[in-house]
């Protein structure tokens, strides 16, 4: 006799049957910013996990995505005060930068991002459990936001320019 439990697991696929095209190896984000330059971190970590359940050795279990530094108090507060000292109160490098060179910064990390669609669409259908057609709308969406901005960002610089 078929249990409930039972017959509600056939609902979720089998790990071995995901197409390796979506199945993504862990990302293990050992390293933190601090002032320009990555640190690797050896202390602990945490363990980010699926939404999105699938059949592995007769159970159900949630797919392991990677894990990401669990900072210590010296670490995070050591990041916290060189950002601040970077933003200078407003007079920092990024707000004093021109117009002109944040957007070419923006642009340019717009175009590495994108060279990184597909990484970043398996992720957010692993992540939060977003279909494949609305996790590209929204990875879409987000760079036609970015662009947007920049272009409302060189239409303001221009009117303030007269």
Same mark, same amino acid.
């Not at 006799?1 to 984000?29: C, G, N, R, W, Y």
């Not at 050795?57 to 916290?80: I, K, N, V």
């Not at 117009?99 to 990390?109: G, M």
């Given at each position: 006799?078929?249990?409930?439990?039972?017959?509600?697991?056939?609902?979720?696929?089998?790990?071995?049957?995901? @197409? @390796?095209?979506?199945?993504?190896? @862990?990302?293990?984000?050992?390293e933190f910013l601090v002032d320009g330059?990555?640190?690797?971190?050896?202390?602990?970590?945490?363990?980010?996990?699926?939404?999105?359940?699938?059949?592995?050795?007769?159970?159900?279990?949630?797919?392991?995505?990677?894990?990401? @530094?669990?900072?210590?108090?010296?670490?995070?507060?050591?990041?916290?005060?060189?950002?601040?000292?970077?933003?200078?109160h407003g007079k920092g490098e990024w707000?004093?930068?021109?117009?002109?060179?944040?957007?070419?910064?923006?642009?340019?990390?717009?175009?590495r991002m994108k060279q990184h669609r597909?990484?970043?669409?398996?992720?957010?259908?692993?992540?939060?459990?977003?279909?494949?057609?609305?996790?590209?709308?929204?990875?879409?969406?987000?760079?036609?936001?970015?662009?947007?901005?920049?272009?409302?960002?060189?239409?303001?610089?221009?009117?303030?320019?007269?």
């Open positions: 006799m078929a249990t409930l439990k039972h017959d509600l697991s056939v609902l979720f696929p089998a790990s071995d049957s995901i @197409p @390796p095209d979506f199945a993504s190896p @862990p990302v293990e984000q050992r330059e990555l640190r690797t971190w050896d202390g602990p970590s945490q363990e980010v996990l699926s939404v999105v359940c699938v059949r592995r050795d007769g159970r159900l279990e949630q797919s392991r995505l990677g894990s990401y @530094p669990l900072l210590d108090e010296a670490a995070a507060t050591e990041a916290l005060e060189a950002a601040c000292t970077a933003y200078d707000p004093t930068m021109s117009v002109e060179r944040r957007i070419r910064h923006v642009q340019d990390f717009t175009f597909r990484e970043v669409v398996n992720l957010l259908m692993w992540e939060i459990g977003k279909p494949l057609a609305d996790s590209e709308k929204e990875f879409d969406r987000t760079v036609a936001y970015i662009d947007d901005t920049i272009d409302a960002l060189k239409n303001l610089d221009r009117i303030s320019s007269r």
